[in-house]
């Protein structure tokens, strides 16, 4: 099993190629929200993108007009990412851990800073143990009334990467810091295989009761 605390174990995996979450594309569901649902948020402030790997999420977002950073703290992640999407106006590439917030201050992402996080498999490849660290980053990094969008693989196996989760109690997870659900549902138009993908919408408050 991958130590999913380190970089290296990471970078291991982009220079082997056994990287099997890897689509070569945006994942589906994500896609098709963002470019067709009703719901979808639209471009406006800046979208973080964690566990980027190769990027293919965040290069959608900036043809669809947002200011997109891509995280990650495998360094060949972000050089696949380079790789493949290049540079752009609207995109950035940052090789940093999430969990770092220094690292992220200094890289311009302080509280408040973003209008919207997209998810797609760096919360099933992180450690369960850090779930709710990575829960308190998203909530300090957006402003008020900003989104999380995400796709989540909602499976009961033991051990991962990818690590499972249980819908009900992913979603009562992110009620339980403020967060209020407009779409959490299994995702529609997942690749084969995946068929235990669940997709969630949620906003964060404007402002929270004391």
Known sequence: MTNV???????AR???GTDGWEL??????LQAFLEHHPRAPQPEGTVLVPGCGRG??????????FEVIGLDFSS??????????G???RLRWLQADLFDADALSGAGLASGSLSGVLEHTCFCAIDPSQRAHYRSTVDRLL??????????FCHPR???PPFGSDPEQLAASWAQIGFYPLIWEPARGSVAGRSEEWLGFWRKPEQRSA
């Open 158 to 160: 033991p051990g991962g």
């Open 87 to 89: 540079e752009h106006p």
């Open 56 to 65: 293919h999420e965040a290069a959608l977002l900036a043809r669809l007009g």
């Open 14 to 16: 982009y220079q082997h």
């Open 76 to 85: 060949e992640a972000i050089r696949e990412a380079r790789r493949l999407h």
């Open 5 to 11: 605390h380190l970089p290296q174990a990471w970078d």
């Open 24 to 29: 070569g594309k945006a994942a589906p569901p």
């Open 143 to 152: 402003r008020a009334e900003g989104w999380l969008l995400g796709l989540f």
